[in-house]
Nanobody, 119 residues
Framework: QVQLVESGGGLVQAGGFLRLSCAASGSFLSISRMAWYRQAPGQQRELVAAITNIGITNYAESVKGRFTISRAKNTAYLQMNSLKPEDTGDYYC???????????????WGQGTQVTVSS
């Protein structure tokens, strides 16, 4: 099993900043991909940012230039600058881990951390 511990959410004013952290632990060979998703009430979960094991990043168009995803060992970070009210939602960490030498990978979700941006 893999455990994800998320932290860094909170309430901030528009224009402010937050840094989310996601620490992965458990039994796996390596991490293939770590990502952050967000979801507002009644809406679908959407990808915010992702980073692969070779450092390739992917961002939602709405956060490009404002958010930065990075990874250090088994921890992913999401630096969120110039926050807007539309960034409000529950942010979920996700990880894909390699469990066998043959290339099999499993995905896991964190429990979520709330981000609220006031106008």
């Amino acid at each position: 099993q893999v455990q994800l511990v998320e932290s860094g959410g909170g309430l901030v004013q528009a224009g402010g900043f937050l840094r989310l952290s996601c620490a992965a632990s458990g039994s796996f060979l390596s991490i293939s991909r770590m990502a952050w998703y967000r979801q507002a009430p009644g809406q679908q979960r959407e990808l915010v940012a992702a980073i692969t094991n070779i450092g390739i990043t992917n961002y939602a168009e709405s956060v490009k230039g404002r958010f930065t995803i990075s990874r250090a060992k088994n921890t992913a970070y999401l630096q969120m600058n110039s926050l807007k009210p539309e960034d409000t939602g529950d942010y979920y960490c996700a990880v894909l881990v390699r469990v066998t030498i043959l290339g099999n990978a499993n995905g896991y979700w964190g429990q979520g951390t709330q981000v609220t941006v006031s106008s």
